[in-house]
């Protein structure tokens, strides 16, 4: 099954406090930041991640760009986020594709809901990327501790040719 999560963007960015004090200091800082964490989201999950920003502070025609796999979107000057995803939502829904949505945004919330799409509040999705960084540290020690352990400093793929090489494997 094909999943896509929704971003609303500047939503987002508000109801992390993280993000919202970067966006106090530096948009583009924040957005970057959104972004690279649905990166890893997206790495994590597997979802196909869309972070959409909304014509609000950024006037141009619609805008479309991917940066580490992640599709990012500037409405057009005329278009709200909410717009945009809705209409993703109803295209992207099928029998084959689960949608979800990002935002706290309670009227957008139901009208996902009206979709059939999934919701899922920015507090949520903080709470899960805080939840998937703990798993992904977790992981990355006990495969450290399961490695043989040396005083010379090897690369790992040397580790690994030493380790066949003393298993008798070629």
């Known amino acids: 099954m094909n999943r896509v999560l929704l971003v609303d963007g500047y939503n987002v960015i508000g109801a992390w406090p993280e993000l919202a004090r970067l966006k106090a200091k530096d948009l583009e800082t924040a957005r970057n930041q959104l972004v690279e964490w649905m990166a890893e989201y997206q790495s994590y999950t597997g979802y196909r991640v869309v972070v959409v920003f909304d014509a609000q502070y950024v006037r141009a025609k619609e805008r479309k760009y991917k940066k580490n796999k992640v599709e990012i979107v500037f409405t057009k000057e005329d278009e709200t986020a909410d717009e945009y995803i809705e209409q993703k939502a109803i295209e992207y829904k099928n029998v084959k594709t689960q949608v979800m949505v990002a935002t706290s945004d309670y ?21 899960e990327i805080k939840e998937m960084t703990h798993q992904i540290t977790r992981k990355v020690k006990e495969i450290q501790e399961k490695q043989p352990k040396t005083g010379l400093n090897i690369d790992f793929e040397t580790i690994q040719a030493l380790e066949k090489l003393r298993r008798g494997r070629k």
């Open 107 to 127: 009227t957008e919330q139901w009208a996902i809901f009206g979709q059939g799409a999934l919701r899922i509040s920015a507090r949520e999705l903080v709470f």
